[in-house]
């Protein structure tokens, strides 16, 4: 199978904070391994000399990365690649992908991966559109141009049932139908960052928390400051916040401020420390390495998480918000509706050794399929 890979990376210049490029960086590999000939389409390579790579230009914004597909471009990557699958990780480019098919006279399936939903379902089952892709009101565009990039594909991949469901039901609110398409396909676990658990006792002091997310106002970073001043004075706790960008350009902090405003905020919290792994999957193993468990994001309708599988794969329980993906794939005893119960559950991962021995070896336990040989497979067969 001669596969080309369309990958937009978003942090060309902060690898490790784009889930994207770790995601290919890892998968590919095991495909090329499975014997699929893989060629990454992408402003940069992958670490495999073996995955051929295809230089592209990063989109400037994340709404080019939507809105200006390239369409020459991918005419004459397509002519000179000749894919017997395409897999194109902006579903919104599917569309563009399927029109220099045409024009290359190529006959290829394309598959749209994902990556990120620009919009999630509430409680009350009303869909909502995404916030960090609404600026100047675009939300309801970048919505649409995602369910044509749906309708473009042969295959819809998705991280999770819950995914997979609201995909299903963003695509039936413009009358696409998914039948036969749509398949679930969890991403791979990083194997630099894998630890088994080991049976330690309850920390002498503090015990450290890790927030290992993007400091958006989207992913819910409100919600986890307010809770960080309650479990640093509540719970024999100490908080790691991962300051995933560090100096954003002056567009990005234009475009959206929150990350740097709310990074000040957490930083100026007794018993909070922020920290960088200064773009090293090596010295993030490390700053993982050195915590009691893991805090989930409080993103609305979180679909999935790659921070959430590094945590487990390093043997750490994540305590979660009970919403979205996390509420399908966390243990219930770690789930918390209200700050009074997530200060609880981390006291009790805190102090309790057999509480958190059982919980850590889940943890690790619930990483064992997405090892990137098992989802190699399953991507494979899902693109059959």
């Known amino acids: 199978m001669r596969l080309l890979y369309l990958l937009n990376v ?11 490029f770790t995601f290919a960086n890892v998968l590919t590999p095991a495909l090329t391994d499975a014997g699929a000939e893989v060629t990454v389409a992408a402003p940069v390579a992958v670490g495999d000399t073996r995955v051929e790579f295809e230089p592209t230009v990063s989109p400037t ?54 990556h990120y939903l620009p919009f999630s ?15 100047g009101g675009l939300g309801r565009s970048v919505l649409l141009s995602f369910v044509a990039g749906l309708a473009a594909c042969d295959r819809v991949l998705t991280h999770s049932r819950t995914a997979a469901t609201w995909t299903v039901a963003a695509a039936a609110h413009a ?22 658990p080991v049976d330690a006792a309850a920390p002498d002091g503090r015990a450290v928390a890790v927030y290992n997310h993007r400091l958006y106002q989207h992913y819910g970073t ?51 420390a922020v920290v960088s792994d200064r773009g090293s999957r090596r010295r ?13 994001p409080f993103r609305v309708g979180c679909p999935w998480s790659m921070s959430v599988i590094d945590c487990e794969a390093m ?38 050794t057999e509480f958190h021995r059982v919980h850590a070896k889940r943890a690790f336990a619930a990483t064992a399929d997405l090892a990137p040989p098992v989802v190699a497979a399953r991507y494979l067969e899902a693109l059959r």
């Open 10 to 20: 978003s942090n060309p210049h902060r690898l490790s904070a784009d889930s994207g």
């Open 61 to 114: 914004t994340k709404y080019r990365a939507r809105f200006d597909p390239g369409l020459n471009g991918l005419v004459e990557l397509i002519r000179r690649t000749r894919p017997e699958v395409v897999v194109a990780n902006q579903i919104e480019v599917a569309p563009a992908v399927r029109a220099a098919l045409l024009e290359a006279g190529r006959d290829a399936l394309i598959a749209g991966y994902c």
């Open 121 to 135: 379902f509430g409680t009350d089952g009303r869909l909502q559109l995404d916030p960090s892709l609404d600026d």
């Open 175 to 196: 009358s696409v139908d998914l039948t036969g398409k749509l398949r679930i396909v969890p991403a791979p676990r990083d194997e630099l960052l894998l630890r088994d």
């Open 222 to 272: 409100d919600r986890f400051t307010s809770l960080a001043g309650r479990l640093v004075s509540q719970a024999p706790v100490a908080l790691m916040v991962m300051d995933m960008f560090g100096t954003r350009s002056a567009a990005r902090v234009r475009l959206d401020p929150s990350p740097e405003r709310y990074r000040a905020e957490l930083a100026a919290l007794p018993g909070v």
């Open 284 to 296: 993030y193993r490390g700053l993982l390495a050195g915590a009691r468990f893991g805090i989930a």
């Open 315 to 352: 043997g750490l329980p994540v305590m979660a918000p009970r919403t979205g993906w996390l509420a399908e794939h966390i243990d219930d005893d770690l789930l918390f509706d209200t700050a009074d119960e997530a200060v609880a559950i981390a006291t009790r991962l805190a102090t309790d």
